[in-house]
């Protein structure tokens, strides 16, 4: 006899508070089936982004993979040889030369001690973003990433716009949409102090448009375009249109990605392995 959300609620690891959240409103709403569709349409959606952007980066990865383990053979196995030859020949090397055959060094007699160093310098790293001042660090690095940083950012809003708009459409009260929101993005501090600034602002009076727009963090397109919404009354809509948006931004990203990293990996490592050769 216990409800469904509730039952759901005992098992917080397979289902999470969105889950909860919208079985709950489509429960009290009379619209369970109709919720469940959304609820499979919005994870169909967000597995379906996931897995091109990994397609996208999967080759990339494999053949930086590759070229650096073959780059390592050549700088820890070859570069010795000459190195030995050219000081039989006790002659002076260029700035170039000297700098490949140094590197070669370290990683031939101090390899252990590198180890040592990257492993220790990951821990650390590792601690210090586990701390709501390192966490905040981490992501803002993300952002600031040239060309990568606006990509992430994209991915993020359209997951908040993605999500809010399914939480509203079931029935799901603003407050607790956004209460939702904030365990969402548990793992991304920025975006759950936005969350945070506008469940308190929005409690306080103001429309949700005018909360947001007051972090500046969305792009002026979103809030602009959710205060449309407003005014119209068809804001679950505006943001499905303006998910909609952002998904095809991230498509056209993973496309273009796909079509330019390729060749730019093949001049770069060819580029490398030449000025190691030479």
Known sequence: GTALYKALERHPKVFDTL???????????????KVLKQIGAYISAQEELVGK????????????????????FFIIKIVPVFADIFASFS??????????????????HHLASLIFVLVSAWFAWSA?????????TK????????????????????RLLTTLSTLIESG?????AIAVLEGVFAVNPIFQRLLKSVKNDVAGGKSISAAFKKTGVLPPLVTEMM??????????????TLSAFYREQIDQFTRRFTAIIDPILVVGIGALVGTIVL
């Open 227 to 240: 205060f449309m919404g407003e005014e119209s009354g068809k804001l679950p809509d505006m943001l499905v």
């Open 91 to 108: 002659i002076k090397l260029p700035p170039l030369t000297a700098a490949i055959i140094m590197v070669s060094n370290v990683l031939v």
């Open 172 to 176: 799901v009260s603003i407050l607790n």
């Open 128 to 136: 210090y973003v586990a701390t709501e001042v390192g966490k905040v």
């Open 19 to 33: 889950w909860v959240s919208l079985v709950q409103a489509g429960e009290m709403g009379g619209q369970l089936p």
């Open 53 to 72: 952007v990994i397609t996208a980066l999967a080759y990339p990865a494999v053949l930086g993979t590759i070229s650096l383990g073959v780059l390592a």
């Open 139 to 158: 992501w803002n690095l993300i952002f600031s990433v040239p060309f990568f940083g606006a990509f992430v950012k994209n991915m993020m809003v359209e």
